[in-house]
């Protein structure tokens, strides 16, 4: 046993002398081997960052809600006392401040104060929407695109349309299925940019607005 012992370091010596080139290559080989693991592993992780399932799906929320808007432009027609008449692209959640300013705001001849009594300027706009700025001297239902009262097609008087922004509840009242709770519900509701927004905004049932639709303008 102790002869064993004795002659094992002679062993190992023999073995180191007679192997030591390839262990020391196999030893070189197996340190590169792990040094190139390392390496690759750090470099994905530096270019695959940690991300969250929270931050993934808001991520995509906001993408989606991004390219929707930028996809989105609505049309509007400024007319009237403004510098530049015309058709107008914005930006959807644009208001009728927004409108004005797109048309070079209000002209010289503008009626400023059938403009405060009438329109809103902070309302928003829908795509394909008409807004007509009123000019000083302009009657309300002549500004709003109605005929003038008294005013004759032939030989036929024909009535003045009734003006859904400016009409008092009286006139209002006088439209045939339209009583003072009606009358009380379109005032509620101005401004308004078209005529199909009386039943939109719940002023009027759709009924009632196809049969007095041809009575009445902006």
């Known amino acids: 046993m102790v002869a064993d012992d004795e002659h094992s370091p002679v062993t190992a010596l023999l073995v180191w002398q007679t192997y030591r080139i390839p262990i020391i290559l196999g030893g070189c080989s197996l340190l590169f081997i792990v040094l190139s693991i390392t390496i690759f592993i750090k470099s994905y992780q530096a ?82 929407s008409k807004l007509y700025i009123p000019a000083t ?40 299925g339209v009583g003072p709770v009606t009358a009380g519900k379109i005032i509620a509701g101005r401004p308004y940019l078209r005529l199909e927004e009386l039943v939109e905004k719940k002023a009027m049932s759709a009924s009632l607005f196809t049969k007095l639709k041809d009575q009445l303008t902006l």
């Open 137 to 176: 001297g302009e009657s309300a239902s002549a500004a709003s695109g109605g005929i003038a009262a008294g005013a004759t097609q032939g030989s036929a008087t024909v009535p003045s349309a009734v003006s859904i922004n400016t009409a008092s509840q009286s006139q209002l009242d006088s439209l045939s």
């Open 47 to 128: 270019t695959q960052p940690i991300t969250f399932s929270s931050d993934t799906v808001l991520g995509a929320s906001n993408g989606e809600a991004t390219g929707s808007a930028d996809a989105m432009i609505i049309t509007i027609d400024v007319e009237g006392a403004v510098v530049h008449p015309g058709l107008y692209h914005l930006p959807p959640g644009s208001r009728v401040e927004d409108a004005i300013a797109a048309a070079g705001g209000f002209g010289n001849n503008a009626d400023s104060d059938m403009v405060a009594k009438t329109l809103n300027r902070a309302a928003k706009i829908s795509d394909g």
